[in-house]
């Protein structure tokens, strides 16, 4: 193994805290990747990992060696794509929710896939908050407001924002006229992944925000099983437009308080603000910021 290859090793041990979860990203064997690591260090004769049975850790020498590496294999990426013909190639993972990626993405991957043939794409769907560096994805296109100081975001778009319920649920507890008469409603629980808390309903009455807190009988932390809790009847919802949109053209949810509706959510793509940014992920945000410019949010 070449220095540079030994080098993106070694960043990727950093970054994903084991040898297997390395080795099996860039497709080498963990008794290779071990060996590298170990012939690395020889050469530099410093200890850059500490070991333990659970996860690996760089070491004080080892961390300021991985920066220098994050810059060196940056530096030589970006000079082999301004080569003449040359064009972004190596594993791109992606983070997004499964709808938005079936809804959005799929319909044009292959714009993407065929304008880089050297570009192989790994699509992670989640609907949680997802450790970039240490689950080693590249970038994850996120809804909502995003506070993590580690993460540069760039902005695709805005989310219209509904909320309903069922008939069912609206023939039982009535169909509110004004946020006002929410009172003795229920909602479904969401659980958010990055505060860990309930999150209100939120309705923007005369131009400002207005959050309102109601009892749920039943809390949870995915988003598709919150719709399909809200079409049996268990409370009052709310999401983006286009994930429901389904459920309100065939009736098994219908839109309540249209005339105060909660604020749009920002929709971003995220990735680290430690590492240079790839010419493959480049190519990837270009393209997907295009992709939600074109789209119906």
Known sequence: MDRFE???????????????????DLGVPRSSATEAIRQLETRLGTRLLARTTR????????????????SILADVEDAEA???????????????????????????????LDRYPGVDLHLGQNDRYVDLVREGVDCAIRAGELTDSGMIQRRLGWLDEVTCASPAYLKRCGVPASVDDLEGHWAVGF??????????LEFVVD?????????SRV?????????????????????????????????????????????PTPLSVLYSQNRQISPRLRAFIDWVTGVFVDAEL
């Open 6 to 24: 030994s080098m993106r090793l070694f960043a990727r041990v950093v970054e994903r805290r084991s040898f297997t979860a390395a080795a099996a």
């Open 55 to 70: 996860t690996v850790q760089p070491t004080l020498e080892g961390d300021v060696f991985y920066q220098h590496c994050l």
């Open 82 to 112: 301004g080569l003449r013909g040359a064009q972004p190639r190596g594993l791109l993972r992606i983070d997004a929710h499964p709808l938005l990626t079936r809804t959005f993405l799929l319909p044009r991957l292959n714009e993407f």
């Open 191 to 200: 659980l958010s992944s990055r505060t860990d808390a309930i999150m209100p």
């Open 207 to 215: 131009g400002r925000a207005r959050e309102v807190r109601l009892p």
């Open 219 to 263: 809390t949870v932390n995915n988003s598709d099983t919150m719709a399909e809790l809200a079409r049996m009847g268990l409370g009052l919802i709310q999401a983006p437009r286009y994930r429901l949109s389904r459920d309100l053209a065939e009736g098994s949810l219908v839109e309540v308080l249209p005339d105060t509706p909660p604020s």
